[in-house]
């Protein structure tokens, strides 16, 4: 399975941006797909993640702000994030969680996509 994630960038305090992850390969579905980030010095975190059903679950430090979706048909997830703050400023990663066999599951990562938030 291959994530590709984009739509990072630069934006002004307050700004917004959306952040897209495909999948590609050879799977039969998706259970979770999370987004996570990892600022400079500081350990990676999860900002949000969506299970197949519509569940979702925010960082306290991003409720409010963004919103994380998924469309099943596309394998795409998305994450849509509103009033940008300079803390916001991290790589961000897609990840997904994708069942092997019974009761087994492997987590795949994608590669970052920078986002930095100027004051």
């Known amino acids: 399975v291959q994530l590709q994630a984009s739509g990072g960038g630069l934006v002004q305090a307050g700004g917004s941006l959306r952040l897209s992850c495909t999948a590609s390969?050879?799977?039969?579905?998706?259970?979770?797909m999370g987004w996570y980030r990892q600022a400079p010095g500081k350990q990676r975190e999860l900002v949000a993640d969506?299970?197949?059903?519509?569940?979702?679950n925010y960082a306290d430090s991003v409720k409010g702000r963004f919103t994380i979706s998924r469309d099943n048909a596309k394998n795409t997830g998305y994450l849509q994030m509103n009033t940008l703050k300079p803390e916001d400023t991290a790589v961000y990663y897609c990840?997904?969680?994708?069942?092997?066999?019974?009761?087994?599951?492997?987590?795949?990562w994608g590669k970052g996509t920078q986002v930095t938030v100027s004051s």
């Open positions: 990840n997904a969680a994708v069942p092997i066999g019974v009761g087994l599951t492997n987590t795949f």
């Open positions: 390969g050879t799977f039969f579905n998706i259970n979770v």
């Open positions: 969506i299970t197949s059903g519509g569940s979702t």
